[in-house]
């Protein structure tokens, strides 16, 4: 037998109000945010599977902000390694035209000019860096300014040389790891050779260069060309290897940008409402807190008296 009186028939109705006043609330959140919930508590069984995702995708979102830098650096390199090829390009041209044409009036001039190109892309820098200092990155790598100072009987080639033997690597995904760095010593040591010779040359009692070619200088300058020519593909290996290493970086970033987006649709599948279904939801729900309000209105005109006649 059930009891019938007033306070019981208001607490009954005041929760039912309070319910849906609630449901409309998350209803309505649902709508506003388009998300299931605010916290894992609202993904219910979903959250450890949701929480895992996430992990992921941040690991993901690293690696693809790194990768970001690392290309921005290997671009760095690849005009670095430009400049010298072309200065091994057009100091291999210069000789050439000097030999056709026989005369060597601008030749040391010429020369000096793709000297400092080439020690300028040695030098190149990245975030304020030297990129081929190796692990010292804050020293300059090549420190000869002029040809002359190649003949400095004080030193060596070698001596020009500041960088250590520490090659960076950058691991780009979970099983990719790729060597970045590059050393000065490795990419200029031939060249700052032939540089060198030339301007030995140039001292000698045979030199210097200007005016008609001599007989020895013509020879001379025959026997270089071939040196230049390897140090011209020597340097065109190296780039073509740091190009290498860039579309390698370039096709990790797309896998990875499309487990990214792969990634957001599993978890969209948790995370996001249905808008037609929570648009549903607000809308049955603001009945339902009618529809208690409606109730309170009538109890509150009908007394227990009323029940009882």
Not at 123 to 141: C, E, H, M, S, W
Not at 144 to 153: G, K, R, V
Request: charged content about 20%; proline content about 1%.
């Amino acid at each position: 037998m059930n009891r019938v009186s007033s306070n019981g028939n208001y607490s009954a109705v005041l929760a039912n109000i309070q319910a849906a006043q609630q449901r409309q609330m998350d209803a309505g959140a649902r709508v506003a945010t388009q998300k299931q919930g605010t916290d894992l508590k609202g993904y219910a069984r979903n959250a450890e599977m949701l929480t895992a995702m996430k992990s992921i995708d941040a690991r993901i979102g690293g690696y693809l902000e790194q990768s970001k830098l690392i290309t921005d650096k290997l671009t760095t390199q690849d005009f670095a390694l430009s400049q010298l090829t072309s200065s091994a390009q057009g100091t291999r041209e210069t000789i050439a035209q000097a030999l056709a044409s026989g005369r060597a009036d601008t030749l040391m001039q010429d020369l000096q000019g793709f000297f400092r190109n080439s020690v300028d892309g040695l030098n190149a820098r990245y975030g304020g860096k030297y990129v081929f200092a190796g692990g010292q990155i804050d020293t300059l790598p090549v420190s000869a300014t002029a040809l002359a100072d190649l003949t400095d009987p004080a030193y060596v080639i070698s001596d020009f040389f500041h960088n250590d033997e520490f090659l960076t690597q950058a691991k780009v995904d979970d099983s990719t790891t790729v060597t970045t760095g590059l050393l000065a010593n490795d990419l200029g040591t031939d060249l700052l050779t032939a540089f060198k010779d030339i301007q030995a040359f140039e001292e000698t009692v045979d030199g210097p260069f200007q005016g008609n070619l001599t007989d020895n200088q013509r020879t001379f300058l025959e026997g270089v060309m071939a040196n230049w020519e390897s140090v011209h593909k020597d340097l065109i290996n190296h780039t073509a290897r740091n190009g290498m290493v860039q579309t390698r970086v370039d096709s990790v970033k797309v896998d990875l940008a499309s487990r990214q987006i792969s990634l957001a649709g599993m978890m969209g599948g948790i995370t996001d409402a249905d808008p037609a279904e929570a648009a549903t939801a607000l809308q049955q729900a603001g009945v339902a807190v009618q529809a208690a309000a409606q109730v309170f209105l009538s109890l509150q005109n009908s007394s227990l008296l009323n029940v009882l006649k």
